[in-house]
């Protein structure tokens, strides 16, 4: 099976759409399959209690 190929038809047809968001495709990041506990390298949210 063509993994790879499967992967980049969705990419060049949202390009071409332009519905791709650039920003987020250029960022990217990835991580270690084989490791169970990946490190999140985004920071955690503060919560926030709505006002009543």
Do not use: C, H, W
Not at 11 to 30: C, G, H, P, W
Request: aromatic letters at 4%; charged letters at 20%.
């Amino acid at each position: 099976m063509n993994v790879a190929g499967q992967a980049v038809i969705p990419v060049l047809v949202a390009s071409q759409e332009k519905i791709l968001d650039r920003d987020m495709y250029d960022n990217a990041t990835s991580f270690d399959l084989d490791n169970p506990d990946p490190v999140d390298p985004t920071p955690p949210k503060t919560p926030v209690t709505a006002a009543a």
